[in-house]
């Protein structure tokens, strides 16, 4: 392949992007994403509980298992979705993914966006959609999560909880996930999710997902491309989606180490250490940019070219390589053919890795340096994510949106959070730099056409570039995509009913106003939407003034009662001294007449190597003292005469379209030019032309300006003194070095001359009590010090014809008048620049003509306040258009607007260009409906599986612990197991257990046993099983143990459980689960009845002198009882045992019977004790709590069974036993067969210190002289 030159260039059939959509962080549409962007807004937050629960998986630790060391990134807002809208049955929602449902929200956007709907050009059948969507599908997480109960219930039955018990906690596990059924395949697919889209909006072009991590979005815009050039289509939607912001992805990113300790996305910054991930879907509308131009379709930006490249063979899947990456960027060149010297924004891939950062601009800068003939700091670079976070699969759209609107509006966006640029940014011949503000996008005459370019890569070393150029040098003609300062007016015939409009909430008007109405206007800046504040302070002052004839308010609030009468406008225009850097910011960003004025300015700086843009709104730099340098610079007269100049037409540009029109005009010193273009006298062209030529004409000359004139190394310089005239020039006869330049207020006179005669001055001014200080002015204009400016002036002049003002333009020079004589008029324009300023005269002659309103155009309020102090009391009105670095040039642009519509001219329309001027109508309405269901990023929980799964908390069950099948006293043990059959093991014998405390807290007992009865909790907390005893009637004993005897159980009372027939076959491990049961209950039934004695006795001992209770011989007597039945049972327990221990057992191959089942944990009772505290007393015994001691053996009591079951439960024995088939006997078994097994009670031991008996391993005999050990 030939990366010079392919067969087949995208610059050939250019790509026209005609609509776009998508949803973002803290942006619910287009709109709310670029107003972040031009806000500089961070949208990065902590993790919603709606996502995941931090608390659950955070650690700060990177290496902790499962957990992630973040807990920031970007997250889309919740959206309204009407299933019925898309024809989805809203059950289905819970087994479709949010990837699916919000990719359909955001594409019914794009068509709209585009003019599809209901257009005569679309044709959804040759409509097709490609998206990128990387990774696995939210959905599948909760669907995967349901299939792992196995290995729950697994987990759980090897704790010891029976299978019931295991099942019913899978169940409320499963329960709090998404079902299997028909919906869930497609639901969880990667490719339904445009699968959907054409299915839902009827498109019948392709439909696909790709995959190319995170480059997928720019992949899919290249396959989408492929269809449109090859014909295929006429329509393509492409994109990307991603949600996946769930835990899953987060640990993806985490064990990769790629995610920010600092949770700071910091592209391009010294300080960056990771990224943080976000969630976005975004979609772009794509025609061929010839088809697109036929059928009028709003065009935001043009593709041009496209490369693509893969890494090779490196060490790594995931590092990237800047070779590959630069291979890429030569072929996109190649198929947009042009240079990458011709782009003047950036989007990087930056993701604030610093080893992908600087990667990526080792690459970019390498390619830049080699095109760019040594050129520096041309082109911005920036990086969407540091607002957004890394967005994955729709990454690479976000970008190319970004670019799309940044060329469409003329913007150049801003990157956040950037301090110290890193790698080749810090270098000074870099063509790059971080673009870190707003700032305008003016026409470089160098680059005649904006282009931008975005990169994405992906892991697996998939590398893309997309170059992009505007469609149109103009700026939109039907207003911004972001919001701007907005205007407000009111009017009513009287005051009582403006008034009543505003109490009402009536909308402001845009029209013209009555001269006999009352009205009130205020402008409010682009972050006030409803204008709430300002409107309560008017009504206010309308309540407290209602016959005032005007006032207005310090909040920029204007009222008058009626029109001011004979209202004629006189425009002033500045001059050099009220420049600063980024002047009228806002107003160029915000109001596109002003931007166009500044592109129409620029372009007669071709020959220039610098412009003149990029002095007023140069790149942004992070040393203090290379913005002082910007400063300085600014002030040269090359730079700062056409700056202002510039400002001021377009202020007066957009005035005048909203109908101002003007009396008379006048100029300070440079503003003269300015004034003559406004009254017609100059084109366009000649104006900004003769603006550049003065200001070069004026700089001071260098050593070989002028051949026949030595040169001077003095420029002069200029100060400001309050004093009258008549005084400063009696005092400056004895300086004849130094002259009155301007006179521009009755108490205020500009001198100039030699620097050291100015100085001079100011130290005689000083001593006789006058101020005066130094101006910033690069020479002392108006004085000798130009004389060289009038002859190069001169000459440019003579080319350019000054015609007649439409309106009288009043010359700064005393007796000079301007006329229909073009020659004249240049002369008198040649000659002003050695002539004084006489700007007092020219306002007072404005005045003498009627002019009662003056409008200054340019930048700061110098003439404003020069005219309130010529003009004094006079009933005037002063609007300026500017309020200078400090307010908010779009702002007071406005507001002037709004005054002048105040005083009552016929200014309509102010609004013109604020998108909420030209909202969609109806869209708001259409998206409503009578069906909602609140969707986020994360995957949708309906109620109903929230319901069920916090019923499965909260519905009170609690496991059943090892119970047996039944017997509530020992006498029915034996006949218990006897009883076992697998018709009685079933989920009835496994009724979990109800803990049922006392009133006092004290465990009660109930006769019942585990699998029926009742499970207790003691005052600490401590688990005990409610059949432990049996217990006779008497009210609770004083330490709180309740004793009711209608629930004890006759000592010896017989099984009421069916005998085993013969011959019906048994599961052994159904047998062995019954019999460690048995042994279970067996063993907290002795611990129950050791319990209650020796509260007995204690209770004897403690009121032997006192009188007892008549119910405690009886239980005493039943106890002894019980005691003495359970003595006769062990003895023939015993006694079985041995007769099960030397059964012969069938062979192991006996399909009859399955393998041994493996050990199983059991429910040792160790004791346990509390800690002593201090303040506490000290325990009496220990308190027992259950422990799971997976190596104790079971005890097995057993009776004589029939034939049929002998052989499988001796299996059962022996299995559990460890002298089963496979296992070798016990080294400690005697040699007549295997001693029966018991489970170990603690040894005898002192109140003091309890001595601890091992639990033996399952495969030997434990023996009770084991050594103490306590447990862990």
């Not at 924004?345 to 990667?359: M, P, S």
């Not at 005035?655 to 009396?663: F, I, Q, R, Y």
């Not at 204009?781 to 000054?802: C, K, M, N, P, Q």
């Not at 303040?1175 to 422990?1187: E, G, K, Q, T």
């Given at each position: 392949m030939r990366e010079s030159g392919p067969p087949r260039r995208l610059a050939d059939t250019p790509i026209a992007i005609v609509g776009m959509a998508g949803l973002f962080p803290h942006a619910r549409d287009v709109r709310e994403f670029w107003q972040n962007i031009v806000d500089a807004r961070d949208c990065i937050e902590d993790i919603p509980a709606s996502r995941w629960n931090i608390d659950d998986y955070y650690d700060a630790d990177p290496t902790r298992p499962d957990h992630t060391y973040s807990r920031r990134g970007g997250f889309v807002p919740d959206v309204d979705f009407d299933p019925l809208e898309f024809g989805l049955p809203p059950n289905q929602l819970e087994v479709t993914s949010t990837l699916q449902t919000l990719s359909l929200v955001v594409a019914r956007d794009l068509l709209r966006d585009a003019g599809a709907t209901d257009s005569t050009w679309y044709d959804a059948e040759t409509t097709g959609v490609v998206l990128g969507v990387t990774g696995p599908v939210p959905l599948m997480h909760p669907l995967g999560a349901r299939l792992t109960t196995p290995v729950l219930r697994e987990v759980v039955r090897a704790c010891g909880l029976t299978e019931d018990d295991a099942q019913a906690i899978a169940t409320r596990y499963a329960e709090a996930f998404a079902p299997w059924e028909e919906n869930s395949f497609p639901g969880l697919l990667a490719n339904v999710t445009a699968g959907r889209i054409a299915n839902r909006l009827g498109l019948g072009g392709m439909n696909c997902t790709v995959d190319a991590a995170c480059a997928a979005s720019l992949s899919a815009v290249?396959?989408?491309?492929?269809?449109?050039?090859?014909?295929?289509?006429?329509?393509?939607?492409?994109?990307?989606?991603?949600?996946?912001?769930?835990?899953?992805?987060?640990?993806?990113?985490?064990?990769?180490?790629?995610?920010?300790?600092?949770?700071?996305?910091?592209?391009?910054?010294?300080?960056?250490?990771?990224?943080?991930?976000?969630?976005?879907?975004?979609?772009?509308?794509?025609?061929?940019?010839?088809?697109?131009?036929?059928?009028?379709?709003?065009?935001?930006?043009?593709?041009?070219?496209?490369?693509?490249?893969?890494?090779?063979?490196?060490?790594?899947?995931?590092?990237?390589?800047?070779?590959?990456?630069?291979?890429?960027?030569?072929?996109a060149y190649a198929d947009a053919d042009c240079s990458p010297?011709?782009?003047?924004?950036?989007?990087?891939?930056?993701?604030?890795?610093?080893?992908?950062?600087?990667?990526?601009?080792?690459?970019?800068?390498?390619?830049?340096?080699?095109?760019?003939?040594?050129?520096?700091?041309?082109?911005?670079?920036?990086?969407?994510?540091?607002?957004?976070?890394?967005?994955?699969?729709?990454?690479?759209?976000?970008?190319?949106?970004?670019?799309?609107l940044s060329l469409y509006q003329k913007t150049l966006p801003p990157t956040i959070n950037v301090e110290r640029p890193n790698g080749p940014l810090a270098e000074d011949a870099t063509p790059l730099y971080v673009n870190t503000r707003t700032r305008p996008w003016i026409r470089d005459p160098h680059r005649p056409v904006r282009r931008a370019a975005a990169s994405a890569m992906g892991f697996g070393g998939t590398n893309f570039h997309v170059v992009l150029e505007e469609h149109s040098a103009l700026r939109p003609a039907n207003g911004m995509v972001h919001r701007t300062a907005r205007a407000w007016v009111w009017h009513a015939p009287d005051p009582a009913a403006l008034r009543a409009a505003l109490e009402a909430g009536a909308a402001p008007t845009d029209g013209p106003i009555p001269a006999d109405h009352a009205r009130v206007g205020f402008v409010t800046p682009a972050g006030d939407p409803d204008g709430a504040e300002p409107r309560r302070i008017a009504l206010a002052q309308l309540a407290a003034s209602p016959d005032a004839e005007q006032w207005t308010h310090p909040a920029g609030i204007y009222y008058r009662r009626r029109a001011l009468a004979d209202l004629r406008v006189g425009a002033l225009f500045a001059g050099q001294g009220s420049q600063y850097l980024e002047m009228g910011l806002d107003a160029v960003l915000g109001v596109p007449t002003v931007g166009q004025a500044l592109d129409d300015a620029n372009a007669?700086?071709?020959?220039?190597?610098?412009?003149?843009?990029?002095?007023?709104?140069?790149?942004?730099?992070?040393?203090?003292?290379?913005?002082?340098?910007?400063?300085?610079?600014?002030?040269?007269?090359?730079?700062?005469?056409?700056?202002?100049?510039?400002?001021?037409?377009?202020?007066?540009?957009?005035?005048?379209?909203?109908?101002?029109?003007?009396?008379?005009?006048?100029?300070h010193s440079f503003g003269e030019l300015t004034a003559l273009w406004a009254a017609g006298a100059l084109t366009d062209a000649d104006f900004f032309r003769l603006a550049r030529a003065r200001g070069a004409a004026m700089a001071p000359p260098d050593a070989q300006a002028s051949p026949t004139e030595p040169a001077s190394s003095d420029p002069g310089t200029m100060a400001a003194v309050q004093a009258g005239r008549e005084e400063i020039e009696r005092?400056?006869?004895?300086?004849?070095?130094?002259?009155?330049?301007?006179?521009?207020?009755?108490?205020?006179?500009?001198?100039?001359?030699?620097?050291?005669?100015?100085?001079?001055?100011?130290?005689?001014?000083?001593?006789?009590?006058?101020?005066?200080?130094?101006?910033?002015?690069?020479?002392?204009?108006?004085?000798?010090?130009?004389?060289?400016?009038?002859?190069?002036?001169?000459?440019?002049?003579?080319?350019?014809?000054?015609?007649?003002?439409?309106?009288?333009?009043?010359?700064?020079?005393?007796?000079?008048?301007?006329?229909?004589?073009?020659?004249?008029?240049?002369?008198?324009?040649?000659?002003?620049?050695?002539?004084?300023?006489?700007?007092?005269?020219?306002?007072?002659?404005?005045r003498a003509d009627g002019c009662n309103v003056f409008v200054e155009f340019g930048p700061k309020q110098v003439l404003a306040q020069l005219t309130r102090r010529i003009l004094g009391d006079e009933p005037i009105a002063v609007v300026s258009t500017d309020g200078g670095p400090l307010r908010d040039g779009d702002v007071m642009l406005k507001q002037a607007a709004v005054q002048l519509a105040v005083l009552g001219l016929p200014i309509t329309d102010i609004n013109r260009y604020d998108p909420a001027s030209h909202a969609e109508g109806g869209q708001a309405a259409a998206r409503r409906a009578a069906m909602t269901i609140t969707l986020t990023g994360a995957e949708y929980i309906p109620d109903s599986r929230r319901a069920l799964y916090n019923a499965g908390l909260t519905d009170g069950f609690r496991v059943s612990a090892l119970a047996t099948p039944t017997a509530a006293t020992p006498a029915a043990d034996a006949a218990a197991v006897a009883a076992v059959t697998p018709a009685t093991l079933t989920s009835a014998a496994l009724a979990p257990a109800t803990l049922t405390p006392t009133a006092n807290g004290a465990p009660t007992a109930n006769g019942g046993s585990v699998l029926g009865g009742t499970a207790t909790t003691s005052a600490n907390g401590d688990l005990s099983a409610g059949s432990h005893a049996p217990a006779v009637d008497g009210p609770p004993a004083p330490n709180g143990l309740a004793v009711t005897g209608a629930a004890a159980a006759p000592v010896g009372a017989a099984a009421t459980s069916p005998v085993v027939a013969a011959g019906t076959d048994l599961d052994p491990a159904l047998v062995t689960e019954a019999v460690n049961r048995h042994l279970d209950l067996h063993t907290r039934y002795l611990d129950g009845q050791l319990q209650i004695t020796g509260e007995l006795v204690a209770l004897l001992r403690s009121g032997a002198s006192t009188d007892q209770p008549a119910w405690i011989p009886a239980a005493i007597e039943q106890v002894a009882e019980q005691s003495l039945a359970a003595g006769r049972t062990h003895t023939?327990?015993?006694?079985?045992?041995?007769?099960?221990?030397?059964?012969?057992?069938?062979?192991?191959?006996?399909?009859?019977?399955?393998?041994?089942?493996?050990?199983?944990?059991?429910?040792?009772?160790?004791?346990?004790?509390?800690?002593?505290?201090?303040?506490?007393?000290?325990?009496?015994?220990?308190?027992?709590?259950?422990?799971w001691c997976p190596g104790s053996p079971p005890r097995i009591p057993v009776t004589a069974l029939p034939s049929a079951t002998a052989a499988p439960l001796a299996t059962a024995v022996?299995?559990?036993?460890?002298?089963?088939?496979?296992?070798?006997?016990?080294?400690?078994?005697?040699?007549?067969?295997?001693?029966?097994?018991?489970?170990?009670?603690?040894?005898?031991?002192?109140?003091?210190?309890?001595?601890?008996?091992?639990?033996?391993?399952?495969?030997?005999?434990?023996?009770?002289?084991?050594?103490?050990?306590?447990?862990?």
């Open positions: 290249r396959m989408a491309i492929a269809e449109l050039v090859d014909g295929r289509s006429d329509m393509m939607i492409a994109g990307g989606a991603d949600t996946e912001n769930s835990i899953f992805g987060y640990m993806c990113f985490s064990k990769t180490q790629a995610l920010s300790k600092s949770d700071r996305i910091r592209p391009f910054d010294e300080g960056a250490d990771g990224t943080l991930i976000g969630e976005g879907v975004g979609m772009i509308a794509l025609r061929r940019l010839a088809d697109a131009e036929r059928d009028g379709n709003r065009i935001y930006a043009v593709i041009r070219g496209l490369g693509s490249s893969s890494d090779g063979r490196s060490k790594s899947i995931y590092a990237p390589r800047a070779e590959g990456q630069e291979r890429a960027l030569r072929r010297a011709s782009v003047e924004l950036f989007e990087a891939h930056a993701t604030g890795t610093a080893v992908g950062d600087r990667t990526e601009l080792t690459a970019l800068d390498g390619v830049l340096r080699a095109a760019a003939g040594g050129q520096a700091h041309f082109a911005a670079i920036g990086s969407v994510k540091s607002q957004i976070g890394h967005t994955k699969g729709a990454a690479g759209t976000a970008s190319l949106m970004k670019l799309a007669v700086f071709d020959g220039d190597a610098t412009a003149l843009a990029a002095v007023m709104y140069p790149p942004p730099v992070f040393d203090p003292e290379l913005r002082q340098e910007q400063e300085s610079r600014l002030r040269a007269t090359r730079y700062a005469q056409p700056a202002i100049g510039a400002l001021s037409v377009g202020q007066f540009r957009y005035l005048a379209e909203l109908g101002l029109d003007c009396s008379g005009h006048l100029g005092i400056l006869a004895d300086f004849p070095d130094v002259v009155v330049c301007n006179h521009n207020a009755p108490d205020q006179v500009v001198v100039g001359g030699g620097t050291q005669a100015v100085g001079e001055v100011l130290a005689e001014l000083a001593r006789r009590g006058l101020t005066g200080r130094l101006l910033p002015v690069s020479a002392a204009f108006h004085t000798r010090y130009v004389g060289h400016a009038v002859e190069r002036f001169a000459a440019d002049l003579a080319s350019v014809e000054i015609g007649a003002p439409t309106a009288p333009v009043y010359a700064n020079t005393a007796g000079a008048s301007y006329g229909t004589e073009p020659a004249a008029n240049r002369a008198v324009l040649g000659g002003q620049l050695l002539a004084p300023v006489d700007f007092v005269a020219g306002v007072r002659a404005m023939r327990a015993n006694e079985v045992l041995a007769a099960l221990a030397g059964l012969r057992l069938p062979a192991r191959e006996d399909p009859f019977l399955p393998a041994p089942a493996p050990p199983r944990p059991r429910l040792c009772r160790w004791p346990r004790f509390t800690r002593h505290q201090p303040d506490s007393p000290r325990p009496r015994r220990p308190v027992r709590r259950p422990r022996r299995t559990a036993t460890g002298t089963g088939p496979g296992r070798r006997p016990s080294a400690q078994a005697s040699p007549s067969g295997p001693r029966p097994r018991r489970a170990l009670l603690p040894a005898r031991r002192s109140p003091r210190a309890p001595r601890w008996t091992r639990c033996a391993p399952r495969s030997s005999v434990s023996s009770p002289t084991a050594p103490a050990t306590p447990p862990k």
